[in-house]
């Protein structure tokens, strides 16, 4: 079809001007011209009748399942908006529950089958599990989202000093159990919760004081603690780039007013603003209040202990077997999974209700393709193997009437270098028997050299550091730019940075890369590397970023692309001004060696023979995490142009003020 503008004038005109002769005419001669009779006017004042019926209830009879939305009552009166799908010709099923504030609607219609397969492919459905399975599937928005009614607060607390209304996300998971297990006659009576990231913290709140009818929960990379790891900071640093997921979900109910961004490259326009506080005004988001809070809480004071879910749980019994999932390279919830296992692991003293799954993913992987991870290749989809040989049995076990007990370990751990799952009796435990887990020193010395051998008395002073200088104004990318924004569309790369090729921070001048020797033989971590850093600043607070790193050979047969390739294996930044407490911020000392020492993420990787060990210290990790202005403020969220300033930094290595990290390294008889 051709367009008007694709025409020659006197056509695209020659309508027009017909128009405008007959418009002159009477109705009724033009249609006596036309040889037709005049039509019959409307009555007047009335109107055509409209073609929308009151209600449209479609056909589905010959669908696999049914679907029911209804408004289920809480304890105060608000109804929350949940969505149940029925597989047809179900009897004595089981119900698999999650709640999330991410649209119950959406996650439940990703396509418009007649088939409950292709209606839940999409974030939290393990789909092949729950269609496979014959579960029943309840999806629920909480209170303050989309369709429930309500008052939303991120990551509500428990009834308390910090929630002083009559519901929390424990009372309202327990509700909505009591009414499913009454109101849907197909379910056998018996329920299980699950979720990925903030639905995963969800799984963890249900555990407080838990319905007697949810009989397992299946948290997979919970929100845990957002101050210490996990979304919001990482040991003081606020992560910024998480603004936009902020404004998006507290802005509107149904998130429907959306970030705006100023620049292609993110790095530009965090850097432009200054600080975060700034960026934020320049947003507006100074009316939200879960803003708010990031304002007044910025260090780690009761509101963010009181909320920590591995501290609430380990206050609780334990009554619902749970099986938590952790991806090892989580680029948002890394540190929450193994804090909770930690808190409840104790508490199994039959080792039959705390359960550990480990596997080579990014955020929410374990439901997808888990057959590689952006350069790394592992041999097998992984993920699959989990819904299929851990996931799925083990709640079968647990919701299905006369299903024989799981064949599944206290710990599923995938090695990764090796490229094989472990079954081990718990973590770290390194092997399934016989072996140990040391925590070895991993010395950063003279020269940028590396090793397990700590720093000669014979070392001269003047040579016993490493220094750089860190500049405020050109700070260290956290990858390569541009930098896009935090987005999960196919366009973006946002789940995959933590694997990025590291090489080219290794080539900065602010960035100290330790290396080792090529190893000979290999080197297996099980466990969270602890950062021993002795270091001095010239200013009056610092960020400290240390990354452990496994840098393969020069050359890599059958897959090219992974020469001279820098893997991260397990990295984190601390902020300097906590270094004596999180709770109160001081300033640092300047040019004073001082040990900062702070855990890792964990890990589960064997460094290869002929890989070799490196280890990047750096002083920031922009624009993911806020810059340290390098001169102690009261608030860096309100830190102004002027007190951004460089500083020389130093990494000691002397005898009596040596940096190291500490691997957990695991050693066989």
């Known amino acids: 079809m051709i367009s008007l503008r694709d025409r020659p004038a006197f056509i695209a005109f020659a309508p027009f001007a017909l128009a405008a002769l007959c418009l002159s005419e009477p109705a009724g001669a033009q249609a006596a011209r036309q040889g037709k009779q005049p039509a019959e006017a409307a009555p007047a004042g009335k109107e055509s009748a409209g073609e929308i019926p009151a209600k449209f209830v479609p056909v589905t009879d010959g669908w696999d399942h049914e679907r029911r939305e209804v408004m289920v009552p809480m304890r105060d009166g608000v109804k929350l ?26 996650l439940t219609r990703h396509a ?11 974030y939290d459905n393990a789909t092949d599990v729950i269609v496979e399975g014959g579960y029943i599937r309840v999806v629920q928005d909480v209170r303050g989202k989309y369709g429930s009614e309500g008052d939303y607060v991120m990551n509500r607390p428990l009834r308390g000093p910090w929630n002083r209304t009559e519901a929390d996300h424990a009372t309202d998971t327990y509700d909505t159990i009591d009414w499913l297990v009454k109101n849907v006659p197909e379910s056998n009576g018996r329920v299980g919760i699950l979720g990925i990231s903030y639905d995963g913290f969800l799984p963890l709140m249900a555990l407080v004081n838990p319905h007697p009818a949810l009989k397992v929960a299946v948290p997979m990379n919970p929100m845990v603690d957002g101050w210490m790891g996990d979304d919001w900071f990482h040991y003081g640093a606020f992560r910024q780039q998480n603004m936009p997921y902020v404004h998006d979900q ?16 993110d790095y530009d326009m965090y850097l432009a603003a200054g600080s975060a506080g700034e960026l934020g005004r320049r947003h507006g988001i100074e009316k939200l209040g879960f803003w708010r809070k990031f304002l007044e809480h910025p260090a780690y004071d009761a509101f963010w202990r009181d909320q920590a879910m591995d501290r609430v749980l380990a206050a609780q019994p334990l ?21 909770v296992y930690e808190a409840l692991e104790p508490k199994d003293v039959t080792g039959d209700r705390v359960f550990l799954v480990l596997g080579p993913w990014h955020h929410g992987q374990m439901i997808a393709d888990g ?10 989809d992984t993920a699959l193997t989990f819904r299929r040989e851990i996931l799925r049995p083990f709640l079968d076990q647990h919701l299905k009437d006369g299903a024989p007990k799981a064949d599944v370990p206290n710990v599923a751990a995938f090695e990764t270098g090796t490229n094989a799952w472990r079954r081990l009796p718990s973590w770290p435990a390194g092997c399934a028997s016989g072996c140990t887990v040391k925590r070895t020193p991993f010395y950063l010395g003279a020269g940028l050299k590396a090793g397990f051998e700590p720093p000669k008395r014979s070392e001269k002073a003047e040579n016993a550091y490493e220094e750089y200088v860190s500049d405020p104004a050109k700070p260290v990318p956290y990858r390569a730019r541009p930098i896009q924004a935090v987005g999960y569309d196919t366009t973006r790369s946002w789940s995959r940075w933590l694997v990025d090729d590291q090489r080219e921070a290794s080539g900065r001048p602010d960035v100290l890369a330790f290396v080792s020797d090529v190893l000979t033989v290999p080197v297996k971590v099980s466990g969270r590397p602890v950062a021993n850093l002795v270091a001095s600043t010239s200013g009056t607070d610092s960020d400290w970023v240390v990354k452990v790193i496994d840098l393969h ?15 991260m294996v397990s990295v984190d930044i601390f902020r300097g001004r906590y270094r004596e407490s999180f709770e109160t911020p001081r300033p640092l000392a300047p040019d004073e060696p001082l040990l900062y020492r702070f855990a890792l993420p964990t890990a589960n990787h064997v460094f290869l023979p002929g890989h070799r060990i490196m280890v990047q210290v750096q002083s920031s990790w922009f624009p993911l995490y806020d810059r340290n202005p390098q001169s102690f403020v009261p608030s860096i969220f309100e830190a102004k142009p002027g007190d951004f300033r460089k500083a020389v930094q130093r990494v000691h290595h002397s005898p009596g003020a040596a940096s190291f990290v500490e691997l957990p390294l695991v050693t066989t008889p």
Request: overall charge negative; proline content about 7%.
């Open 250 to 265: 507290e802005a509107t109910r149904g998130n429907d007013v959306l970030w705006w961004t100023s620049h292609y490259d």
């Open 319 to 339: 009554k619902v077997p749970v099986m938590i999932v952790h991806s090892l390279w989580d680029q948002e919830d890394i540190y929450g999974a193994i804090a």
């Open 81 to 106: 908006f949940t969505v149940i799908l029925v597989p047809k010709g179900a009897k004595g099923a089981p119900i698999l529950l999650t709640r999330t504030p991410y649209d119950a609607k959406k």
């Open 112 to 122: 418009e089958s007649s088939h409950l397969g292709p209606v839940l492919q999409g």
């Open 371 to 380: 057959s590689s991870l952006g350069a790394l290749r592992f041999g097998s």
């Open 553 to 567: 050979p020069d050359e890599v047969a059958g897959q090219p692309e992974m020469g001279g390739y820098q893997l």
